[in-house]
């Protein structure tokens, strides 16, 4: 990832000349032993749109209320994604509100503390027909796409899930995201904004609190509820990605 930083950076703060943008992709080809492109970038994650003389995150060019959001929960056996893993994972696509797609699996794994499967109600006997965690991640990716990857407290979800492609092999994740935390923060008046409260809050009822399915359309209802309440200077998806961290301002 810290090898993309630079031109990440460039590009959030906007439309990036193109002979800059080409310039920067020059910078990472001796870290690759294949060229980096627009489609390359795509298949890690990070989507651009190009011009004749501008190159630009398509978050810049795309109406928040039009982007496909692939909301993600995961259940896994511990903190540490190098040390545990991802035992189940769940995700649903939104545009305009509605689910257009959807991705679910267990991953197999040989252990799963006590205390995990007294959450989750998932037992190592669940798992032992799973797909593994390479075949699972490397599905997910392609499921995932360049869409914006939205969670719930989505630093734990982005993070265990790129760490864990790199852990296999692959290069981590370098989608836009979108936590729906702090978007709830901003935009539905309620005394907490943790998922468990929020399902209760808002009535949703899509099966049983810490399943990844399930828990990831919860919080694709509650950035459904929070989509009633953007201001109207909102407009880009990239702004709504500013605005759910405070860093937007009334335009």
């Known amino acids: 990832m810290i090898i993309f930083d630079p031109l990440i950076s460039k590009l959030e ?15 990472l080809k001796g870290h690759f032993d294949y060229e980096i492109d627009s489609k390359r970038l795509k298949s890690f994650g990070l989507g651009v749109v190009e011009d004749d003389d501008k190159v630009c995150l398509k978050t810049y060019k795309n109406s928040y209320k039009d982007e496909i959001y692939c909301v993600v929960d995961i259940e896994t056996n511990g903190n540490s994604p190098v040390k545990n893993q991802i035992i189940e994972i769940g995700a649903v696509k939104m545009k305009n509100g509605e689910m257009i797609d959807r991705f679910e699996s267990y991953i197999y794994a040989d252990y799963i503390p006590s205390s995990i499967s007294r959450l989750t109600n998932i037992e190592v006997s669940d798992l032992k027909d799973a797909p593994s965690l390479k075949e699972t991640l490397i599905k997910f990716r392609e499921f995932l796409g360049d869409c914006v990857f939205v969670a719930h407290n989505v630093s734990f979800d982005y993070s265990f899930i790129s760490t864990s492609l790199e852990v296999i092999g692959e290069k981590k994740l370098l989608n ?3 936590c729906t935390v702090n978007l709830s923060r901003k935009a539905i008046k309620a005394q907490k904004h943790g998922l468990g409260f929020l399902r209760e809050y808002l009535n949703i009822d899509v099966g049983d609190h810490h399943r ?3 828990d990831a359309m919860s919080a694709a209802m509650v950035l459904k509820e929070c989509f009633k309440n953007i201001p109207d200077y909102v407009e880009c998806t990239e702004d709504l990605i500013r605005y759910s961290n405070g860093q937007l301002k009334k335009k």
């Open 13 to 27: 703060s906007g439309p990036l000349p193109k002979p800059e943008f080409e310039h920067c992709l020059c910078r």
């Open 176 to 178: 836009r995201r979108l």
């Open 212 to 214: 990844a399915y399930s």
